[in-house]
């Protein structure tokens, strides 16, 4: 089962089309969420949806919590090897499953 509701932009960002979703496995149901952060904002915001959102579920004592974050960014005039370097490393010491540069 699939579904939710339409929602405004936030603050925070704008959520998907259909937000809160849910998706019924035998007998759990098992929310997914996703917002858009502001970059210039993301590590107050995500602070706060810590707060509001992630401890409720952390006091369960069954709750399987995963949080994913996806990062996207463009430049129209590209990005230079020596921060392509600095975010690579970054990427290797943080163990984000992927990332990497694409030319356009």
């Known amino acids: 089962m699939k579904g ?3 929602l ?6 704008t959520y998907r089309n ?5 998706y ?8 997914e969420y996703a917002v858009k952060l502001n970059a210039m904002t993301a590590k107050m915001e995500f602070g706060t949806i810590y707060d509001e959102i992630l401890k409720h579920f952390a006091k369960l004592p069954d709750a399987r919590i ?7 960014a463009h430049s129209d005039h590209g990005f230079d090897e020596v921060l392509q370097r600095i ?9 984000f499953l992927n990332g990497e540069f694409e030319e356009e």
């Open 4 to 6: 939710g509701r339409e």
């Open 8 to 13: 405004p932009d936030t603050v925070a960002g």
């Open 18 to 22: 259909h937000w809160p979703s849910t």
């Open 24 to 31: 019924r496995i035998g007998w759990l149901i098992w929310p």
């Open 66 to 72: 995963e949080v994913t974050l996806d990062i996207s």
């Open 87 to 95: 975010i690579r490393e970054n990427i290797r010491q943080l163990k």
